[in-house]
């Protein structure tokens, strides 16, 4: 019996990337919602970090957390070693603060959040209001539902609009909420663990992105709990030349276990939009955290005009034994992807795994990889990265595995595949590794092939087109990684596959 | 139903000619065999049938049902209902071959603008069909002929013949490498497809598959054109003497 689910879903996938790949048009997510919205001045200088401070309600420490970080962001500058290739970006023409002005007030329920935000998310496909929560209220909750749950954090330009499952989370133990509602609530745990993974000036965007992030998810699973259902947060942009910095902080207690998903869309602009996230992960004795990244901001039109500024730091400390993360990643969208996701292996037989799939199609270009930072002795790292490169796109992984010399007897395995559709794309890939001791491993092995035209002609002659052929033969170079997804994540990932190869045949 | 005149066929990259007036006519409900000497020319003409690039047709043309084959696209010449079974079945990594049978199928249905097929109907359907050919859960649910024996991968090209239903079914050395009881299957396989509107156009070295499937016409292939034509005495005799007397014959 379970054979035959098993076949049934996996066969339901596949169909829905063919009919997503037939019914919509090159980025679905491309409308803009129409709302008011109260901007801080442009640019960026000490008095819009404190107004960003104040709006967010936050104590003194943490006003001068951020001016700390603003001190330090003049003295740098903006890092250049990627394979990137774009115009200078004015920090001082963007906006660093924009919410919509319903949110002025805090609404205290999803009840009196504006309607038309609401409605945003439903198009995208998001249970904000889960549907038993929209027609009932309060006792709806305690209805089984038939679906698997999952807990949303929407987060809309700068503000974060509310979370669901709140009180189921709490029955738990969890945390979950907008991180400006932690600072406030639960200081002692920010204080604690923020900036302690990825420091204050760890790196020019981070820097930035200390001083100036408005708003983002916190959690916080006890020691022993395993999380109930699955966290997530999706992110959106909508006001023009707004920059988004969110920031993220996941703290897994000993023997605690939680998987979250990540979601983001923009809406079409012509002009480039800068996004610094920063995501800290910490992770105690014997905890495991899932952390999987659906990237699908506006990458820009077929011109390479317009798209997002992708510039994040993501990062994990398995900081005690046996502690154990997983990336999973799926970057379709963004005109620039610059962005590392790392494991900091530092408790003995600490596990660390980053499975990507990275698109780019016509003018974007993608520099990601990962890094494993093997410190205590036994830990263990897998990377699979696949990239794919379609149009004229820049494709480059990037990974460095570190064994240091306590690291003894540790290992890496490293699997690192490029796919090129048609010829005037590239693919690049540039691992380092530092072996510190003599009793480590690591092993490297790398691909790089075109797309066949005979699987390409076998499909066709089967009766599929030229894009659902490329579609399900990509998906199939993928597979490994979509299966390391949550299967709700899993389906969203494959249509995305499909979609952001459009064009990219005949 | 399939009708080709005067083909002539050429490698677009270079100045090879392949084909060199080929005609043929294969009449609803038939089953046509082509033989002929390895480098004749037999799977160049199955695949410019199908669409494959890489080839220029210089002069002459085909037809399926009337409607002119080289102007499609290999879909909707699949649309249509013309099906190859790959001389040289190709492998896709990491696509299970249950889910591109499924995408096929429903591909198909679409273009013709049939419903497609719910998971449940297509799964019965794959079920019996697999059973029949005695293809295991195991090779629906692993990448598509990816680590097939030889013989795995002819009788996967049959199951994908039987859920697709094609009209014109054109089989490419289907036999070549089959053992005996798994020739059986695939031969039983056809002959239950067949009907008074499908056709056969059956390329074989040997007259083993012929005995099981009977043909209607023997056609012999040699340098790109049909040098002779006749009934299914003649595979008996390519068997027994080899091409020598027929070629000399043709000049
Ligand atoms: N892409 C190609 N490049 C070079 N030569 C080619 C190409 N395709 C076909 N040919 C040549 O065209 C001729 C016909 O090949 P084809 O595969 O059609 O023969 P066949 O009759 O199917 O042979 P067999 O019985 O061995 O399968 C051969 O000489 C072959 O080498
Ligand atoms: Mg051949």
């Known amino acids: ?57 936050e104590p003194e420490w943490m006003t001068e957390w951020r001016l700390d970080a603003y001190r330090r962001w003049v003295t740098m500058s903006e890092p250049r070693w990627a394979m990137l290739n774009y115009p200078d970006i004015d920090y001082q023409d963007q906006y660093y603060y924009a919410r919509p002005k319903s949110m002025e007030v805090k609404p205290k329920s999803l009840d009196e959040v504006d309607p038309t935000l609401l409605a945003t998310y439903e198009k995208l496909g998001i249970p904000l209001k889960e549907q038993m929560i929209l ?62 993974v990825v420091p204050q000036s760890d790196n020019f965007f981070a820097t930035l992105n200390s001083a100036v992030f408005s708003d983002g998810s916190f959690v916080y699973v006890p020691p022993g709990v395993r999380c109930p259902m699955e966290l997530s947060t999706y992110f959106r942009i909508n006001a023009e030349n707004t920059g988004q910095f969110e920031r993220t902080l996941i703290i897994a207690d000993k023997g605690s276990y939680v998987s979250y998903l990540e979601g983001c869309t923009a809406p079409k602009r012509d002009t480039h939009q800068l996004h610094a996230a920063v995501v800290e992960i910490v992770i105690l004795e014997d905890a495991e955290v899932k952390y999987s990244t659906v990237q699908n901001w506006y990458p820009g039109d077929e011109e390479g005009k317009g798209g997002i500024y992708n510039f994040v730091t993501k990062r994990a400390d398995c900081r005690e034994a046996r502690a154990k993360v997983m990336w999973t990643q799926v970057e379709t969208g963004s005109a620039i992807t610059w ?75 490293t699997q690192c595949d490029s796919l090129l559709i048609g010829d005037k794309c590239g693919a690049h890939t540039v691992p380092y590794i530092e072996v510190k001791n003599t009793s480590s491993r690591v092993e490297h092995e790398a691909t790089t092939s075109k797309v066949d035209d005979d699987q390409l002609f076998y499909c066709r002659s089967r009766g599929m087109d030229e894009e659902e052929a490329v579609a399900l033969v990509v998906n199939g170079f993928c597979r490994e990684v979509l299966q390391a997804l949550p299967m709700e994540f899993a389906m969203e990932a494959q249509s995305l596959v499909a979609i952001s190869l459009e064009g990219s045949v005949g | 139903m399939l009708k080709i005149n005067n083909l002539h066929v050429k490698l677009e990259e270079e100045d090879k000619q392949i084909l060199n007036g080929l005609s043929l006519e294969v009449p609803a409900g038939q089953v046509h065999a082509i033989m002929g000497p390895n ?28 409607r002119d084959l080289l102007a499609m696209e290999p879909e909707e010449r699949a649309a249509a209902g013309l099906f190859l079974a790959f001389q040289y079945p190709v492998e896709i990594p990491g696509v299970g071959n249950m889910t591109f049978l499924r995408t096929a199928v429903n591909a198909q249905r679409k273009a013709r603008g049939e419903e497609e097929l719910s998971s449940g109907e297509f799964l019965k359907l794959v079920r019996a069909k697999a059973k029949d050919l005695q293809i295991d859960a195991d090779m629906l649910k692993r ?27 054109i089989m490419d050395e289907t036999d070549s490498g089959l053992d005996v009881d798994a020739m059986r299957l695939v031969a039983d396989g056809v002959n239950a497809l067949r009907s008074a509107d499908r056709s056969f156009l059956v390329i074989t070295h040997y007259q083993r598959l012929l005995n099981h499937i009977q043909p209607d016409v023997v056609h012999i292939l040699s340098n790109g054109r049909i040098i002779k034509t006749g009934g299914p005495e003649l595979a008996l005799q390519v068997e027994e003497e080899g091409y020598g007397d027929i070629l000399s014959e043709a000049g």
Request: charged fraction near 25%.
């Open chain 2, 39 to 66: 480098g004749s020319g037999k799977s160049t003409l199955s695949y410019v049938l199908s669409g494959r690039d890489g080839y220029e047709v210089t002069e002459g043309g085909a037809t399926l049902d009337g």
């Open chain 2, 143 to 169: 990448p598509v002929n990816v680590g097939f024996s030889g013989g795995e991968k002819k009788r996967n090209e049959i199951l994908q013949m039987a859920m697709l239903e094609p009209r014109m079914c």
């Open chain 1, 1 to 57: 019996m379970t054979e035959i689910t098993d076949l049934d879903v996996r066969d339901g996938v596949d169909r829905e990337t063919v009919e997503t790949v037939q019914n919509m048009g090159s980025y679905k997510y491309g409308w803009n919602t129409e709302i008011e919205m109260d901007f801080a001045p442009k640019g960026v200088n000490e008095d819009i970090v404190r107004l960003i401070s104040q709006k967010n309600e």
């Open chain 1, 339 to 413: 962005k590392y996701p790392s494991c900091i292996l530092r408790g003995e037989e600490a596990q660390g795994e980053f499975y990507s799939i990275a698109i780019a199609n016509n003018f974007q270009q993608a520099d990601t990889g990962t890094k494993m930072i093997h410190l205590g002795r036994n830990t263990r790292s897998r990377i699979v990265s696949k990239g794919i490169s379609a149009g004229q796109a820049q494709n480059t992984y990037r990974g460095l595995v570190s064994m240091h010399p306590r690291a003894t007897n540790s290992r890496n395995y």
């Open chain 1, 135 to 196: 027609a009932g209220v309060e006792g709806a909750e305690e209805t089984p539902a038939e679906a698997r749950k999952v807990a949303v954090d929407a987060v809309f330009d700068s503000v974060s609009l509310g979370t669901t499952f709140k009180d189921e989370l709490a029955k738990a133990g969890v945390i979950f909420c907008p991180i400006s509602e932690a600072i406030r609530e639960h200081p002692e745990l920010v204080k604690k663990y923020l900036g302690s």
